[in-house]
């Protein structure tokens, strides 16, 4: 088959490699129907999770199609349409059993595209089957579930029900990508007063309008703590969601929040931050911090089948599977070509 391969920092690969195969009984293997890249892929590339070894298939998003199984499975036969998530789950370690899949000790967590191959081929082989792929509802459309696979279940997990967002809420959201942008939709599911979108792009603060932030605030040009203090009385926003992942906006968020508010940080943050005791220490304010554990994926599932979310909108950009290296091109460039998240099908 062909698929997208890792081969050192600066260096990737759309090539022939072997069909994968049943290795545990757990397994399944998925012919890969839709994919699409994440900012996550973008790191590795750089080089910056060293534990993602030269080799590797990337990608840890899919939508696709059961075509074996191994002896152990039971709930999935070839034919199902899965969507197969960047968390895998053993389903049976302390950890799963408390839901958090993300911390997986049974070799679970975030494997595909990382420890293991991903879900940038053709084919994928899926490990835990049974606990780590979702059947795709009648009537749902791929490209709509494959948003499903990453980021609306981390910034609903990780954003919205770590801020605990409650109807009325002011929000601020810092940073409208593709992470930022699901805070917004997840957050409108709870009735907020205001959504405030913070970000340095316009074109990512107009797609923020188009998902239901009714503030918008270039931080480039406007001082964001000034708008938000602006609109609740000098105290700050009830939630601040982190969606970036860099020291300056996670010391923002800080600043943003109301005494007694929530900070949810989502973004990956790879240089230290400061945490300002010496101001927060007196506000009772929480901070959270997560890696996205898929527990909410059937409540966002029958959510999309209800309608109540417009997951459509994300697919900003359409190409097929041969054409793996265009979407890396055109996703790799979004402050250009605008691209939120790429839809590859084959
Ligand atoms: N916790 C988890 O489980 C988890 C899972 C997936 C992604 N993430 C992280 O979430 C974060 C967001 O992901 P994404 O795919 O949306 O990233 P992205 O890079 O596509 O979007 C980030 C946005 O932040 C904006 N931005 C950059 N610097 C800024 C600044 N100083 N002030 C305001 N805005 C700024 C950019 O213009 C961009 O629109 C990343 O750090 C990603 O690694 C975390
Ligand atoms: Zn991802
Ligand atoms: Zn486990």
Redesign the pocket.
């Known amino acids: 088959m062909k698929a997208l391969v890792y081969e050192g920092p600066g260096l990737k690969a759309w090539k022939e490699v072997a069909d994968p195969v049943i290795e545990d009984d757990a397994d399944a293997v998925v012919q890969v129907d839709t994919t699409t890249i994440?900012?996550?892929d973008l790191h590795i590339l750089k080089g910056d999770v060293p534990e993602t070894t030269p080799g590797t298939i990337l990608g840890h998003e899919a939508v696709g199609t059961v075509l074996a199984v191994g002896t152990g499975v039971k709930t999935l036969v070839p034919g199902d349409r899965v969507l197969v998530s960047c968390i895998s789950s053993c389903g049976r370690c302390r950890f799963c059993r408390e839901s958090r899949y993300g911390q997986c000790l049974g070799g679970g967590g975030w494997i595909l595209g990382h420890l293991i191959d991903g879900t940038q081929a053709e084919m994928v082989r899926v490990p835990f089957a049974d606990t780590s792929t979702y059947r795709v509802p009648d009537g749902a459309r791929d490209e709509q579930v494959l948003m499903l696979a990453?980021i609306l279940p981390?910034a609903y997990e990780?954003g919205v029900l770590n801020g605990r967002v409650r109807p009325g809420d002011v929000v601020a959201v810092?940073?409208?990508?593709?992470?930022?942008l699901s805070a917004i939709l997840g957050a409108k599911l709870f009735s907020p007063g205001h959504v405030v979108a913070?970000?340095?792009?316009d074109a990512?603060l107009e797609a923020a309008k188009g998902f239901g932030a009714d503030i918008l605030v270039n931080?480039g040009r406007e001082d964001p703590v000034a708008v938000v203090r602006g609109m609740t009385d000098d105290l700050g926003a009830d939630v601040v969601i982190e969606?970036?992942?860099?020291p300056?906006?996670f010391e923002l968020c800080t600043e943003l929040v109301r005494p007694g508010g929530h900070v949810a940080n989502?973004?990956?943050h790879g240089r230290a931050a400061t945490l300002h005791l010496e101001s927060l220490w007196i506000r009772d304010v929480t901070i959270t911090t997560?890696?996205?554990d898929t527990f909410s994926t059937p409540t966002l599932l029958r959510l999309l089948a209800s309608g109540h979310i417009d997951a459509g909108r994300f697919a900003s950009h359409h190409f097929e599977l041969n054409q793996m290296l265009d979407a890396y091109d055109t996703f790799a460039r979004?402050g250009e070509t605008g691209a939120l998240k790429v839809v590859i099908s084959r």
């Not at 810092?174 to 930022?180: C, E, F, H, I």
């Not at 969606?243 to 860099?246: K, M």
Request: charged share 10%; net charge negative; with cysteine.
């Open positions: 994440c900012g996550s990453d981390t990780v810092v940073g409208a990508g593709p992470v930022g913070i970000d340095l792009a990512r931080n969606a970036v992942g860099v300056e906006t989502i973004g990956v997560g890696l996205v979004a």
